[in-house]
């Protein structure tokens, strides 16, 4: 095993044009400017096996570190690294986002008489795909063959080009292409030419996708399979052109005999819904039972998606209960979808309940699922309720936003529920939410047409230190009310609020004249 040494002006980075030089050695050091700290391992009197070290070089996050252990299990007397050392270590260094010692460890295996996978460089290119990175993903392609020993297999080419296609880097996808067909004589197979399908659709390009499954029933090795026709599809559905998805479908099943799966179905379903046909997505769900292909989940959600987007209470309820008699389990987003319409018929009762049988399920909901409860709640004169369920959900551990607090305070103010929406904008300002701003505003001129300028004027305050400013017909209005309850000095304190900024002393001092009892 050579090591490997970092020398200060040791700087150029790795490429595919490798060095037939021999290694001079040592070690794999981080660049730092202080000394490495003491590293947590084993002592060196302990052998660490291969297995030991991949453990220790997962668990570590800090770079440095990581690179430590690694050049000091190396020092053990008969010890080799070998792919799985290598491949956790570059694995570790990338994710830290450390490609400089990415390319250095690369370097390192140049040198290196054991036997690589190129797994390791399908691993590199997700993750320089990740930090958009476009160009050094081909050149993790590229570093397969002089590292590995090897040509890059399909299963490489396709990872490269659906990396780089996937990222929109068309251009590079192309001459990516062309260099590897003619350097490297490897003829796409169907899974290379998905990629190319996908992009198409992905572009609403639906012709050209087609010309690519032309070229692709040329050859064997290329045929379109059910990924191909489920791709089609799917542009087809997504652009509107839902008879000539069924007609492909047709084509599929009765001249190609590709049996359909239930995400092939779901396509359909899913197109269908989108464009307000449930009746004819019913029809998928039946011609799947009837060809022996059971609707998961997905399929069933969708169709129930469906039905809620078209305000058909009683055809989701039947849904809903077909899910639960065929032993199906619902998401968090099909639950919420289901909640959603009933609230939106009104049924707030039944909702409240499907909301507890979901936990039950030990299917938590989020702040989506909560503030539907919360709008349906609002919308028929359940106000008070909504109070109580936003006072307690953040003590059972449940996150909410600030919409879930607006929707209730924007509700107090339309009833006209002043003391109780004063109280709620201190518990928001306590939680860092700011009220929606013409809701306080509204709130404001409600609080001084009610003659109650102490609550208004706390309100103000609260709202200016997290930089609120009143519209102007708000601001006269407040002045105009306090000017007339004869209260001058807290008229003067808060411009002062308003106009030099709001201080903590300021605010406070302003707080307490205007707050006070006394007239002045």
Request: glycine content about 4%; aromatic content about 8%.
């Amino acid at each position: 095993m050579h090591s490997l040494k970092l020398n200060a002006g040791w700087a150029h980075q790795f490429s595919t044009s490798f060095s037939k030089e021999p290694c001079m050695v040592p070690w794999i050091r981080a660049r730092s400017p202080k000394p490495d700290p003491p590293t947590e391992i084993p002592r060196k009197t302990k052998y660490i096996s291969h297995e030991s070290a991949i453990k220790l070089i997962k668990r570590e996050k800090d770079p440095r570190r990581l690179l430590s252990i690694f050049n000091m299990v190396t020092n053990q007397r008969g010890f080799s690294h070998n792919h799985s050392t290598y491949a956790v270590t570059l694995h570790q260094l990338a994710r830290l986002k450390e490609f400089e010692h990415v390319d250095l460890v690369l370097h390192q295996m140049t040198y290196e008489t054991c036997k690589f996978h190129e797994s390791i460089f399908l691993d590199l290119m997700t993750h320089f795909s990740k930090s958009s990175l476009h160009n050094r993903v081909v050149e993790m392609f590229n570093a397969i063959q002089p590292i590995v020993r090897e040509k890059p297999s399909l299963k490489a080419v396709s990872t490269c080009l659906n990396l780089l296609v996937d990222s929109n880097q068309v251009d590079l996808a192309r001459s990516f292409l062309v260099h590897t067909k003619r350097t490297l004589d490897l003829h796409p197979n169907t899974c290379i030419l998905n990629i190319l399908v996908k992009h198409h659709c992905k572009n609403g390009n639906i012709e050209s996708a087609f010309e690519v499954v032309k070229e692709m029933k040329l050859s064997d090795v290329s045929y379109p399979n059910l990924i191909t026709y489920s791709t089609l599809m799917e542009g087809l559905c997504e652009t509107g052109r839902l008879q000539e998805a069924i007609n492909l479908f047709e084509e599929m099943v009765s001249k190609d005999k590709i049996v359909p799966d239930a995400l092939t179905y779901n396509i359909l379903i899913n197109g269908f819904c989108r464009s307000g046909k449930v009746d004819r997505a019913i029809k998928i769900i039946d011609f799947m039972k009837k060809n022996g292909c059971d609707p998961n989940i997905f399929n069933y959600s969708t169709l129930m998606n469906g039905f809620c987007k078209e305000g058909n209470l009683q055809e989701a309820k039947r849904v809903f209960n077909e899910i639960k008699g065929v032993g199906l389990h619902l998401d968090k987003v099909g639950y919420t979808t289901f909640i959603n319409c009933l609230c939106r018929s009104g049924e707030i009762d039944e909702a409240i309940r499907v909301l507890k049988e979901m936990e039950e399920k030990d299917c938590k909901g989020d702040h989506i699922t909560f503030n539907i409860i919360l709008v349906g709640l609002c919308r028929y004169d359940r106000t008070y309720e909504a109070l109580e369920m936003l006072e307690r959900l953040p003590y059972e551990g449940v996150y909410l936003d600030k919409s879930s607090y607006r929707i209730v305070l924007n509700s107090l103010c339309k009833l006209g529920y002043l003391q109780k929406a004063t109280e709620l904008v201190g518990v928001m300002a306590s939680r860092g939410f700011l009220p929606h701003f013409a809701t306080s505003n509204e709130l404001l001129v409600h609080l001084c047409e009610a003659g109650t300028v102490v609550d208004a004027a706390m309100v103000l305050v609260v709202l200016a230190q997290m930089g609120f400013n009143p519209e102007p017909r708000v601001w006269s209005r407040l002045v105009e009310v306090i000017c007339r309850e004869r209260r001058l000095l807290s008229t003067f304190e808060l411009v002062d609020v308003l106009t030099k900024g709001t201080t903590d002393g300021g605010n406070r001092e302003g707080f307490r004249t205007m707050t006070s009892e006394s007239s002045i």
